[in-house]
């Protein structure tokens, strides 16, 4: 089987994770929900363990955590460094939604949730192209993901979280063609 039709046979299952991810009330400026923001950093760690021979860490922070995957399983092959964020923003004002932000609901053949496409949904997507990849056996290069509540200065901040948490790392980040940044379009609620 290939990476598509790795991903066609799952794209139920993969649709309901989505749902499932989106449900997490993640939002990281409110003291009040930073056990669903830890929440969200353990489930894309368990996303990221089922994907394939990743192996993920949620490492602690002074604020929220950071998780980590790395898979370098092929020698000789530039590495790409995948990052994505796993929190979102406060869904106010309340009124303006058409169904609770955290209630995903399907609508037209798209998705409406607060945070979906900006950033769980194009979190995840890297996550299962990652693990269509291992299932078909076809692997180009090595990978590491970086998944954290952090937007501005993302690159600071994977360096200094890698090099006090991974043993095997400099901390030194190479922001080259093979990193990949999640994200995606952002659609009124």
């Known amino acids: 089987m290939d990476v598509y039709e790795y991903l066609e ?9 989505v749902l499932e991810f989106a449900s997490i009330p993640s939002i990281s400026t409110d003291a009040n929900y930073k056990a669903e923001v830890a ?31 790395e898979w370098l399983g092929a020698p000789g092959k530039p590495t790409v460094l995948v990052y994505g964020y796993y929190d979102v923003q406060p869904p106010d004002p309340l009124g ?3 169904s609770p932000p955290f ?15 900006d950033d769980k949904a ?13 299932a078909s ?15 501005k200065r ?3 901040r994977i360096s200094k979280v890698l090099s006090v948490n ?7 980040i190479s922001l080259s063609p093979l990193t990949a940044r999640c994200g995606g379009p952002i659609h009124p609620p």
């Open 9 to 17: 046979a799952h794209k139920d299952e993969i649709l309901r994770e």
């Open 39 to 69: 929440r969200a950093a353990r489930w894309v760690a368990a996303q990221l363990t089922e994907a394939g021979p990743l192996e993920p860490q949620v490492i602690e922070t002074k604020g929220h955590p950071v998780v980590y995957a």
């Open 96 to 98: 303006k939604w058409l």
């Open 103 to 117: 209630s995903p609901t399907i609508r037209d053949e798209r998705i409406y949730a607060r945070g979906v496409s």
């Open 122 to 134: 194009p979190l995840l997507t890297t996550i299962k192209v990652a693990q269509a990849f291992f």
């Open 137 to 151: 056996e076809v692997v180009y290069r090595s990978m590491s993901s970086f998944f954290s509540r952090v937007k």
């Open 154 to 156: 993302w690159e600071v």
């Open 166 to 172: 991974t043993p095997n790392s400099s901390g030194r």
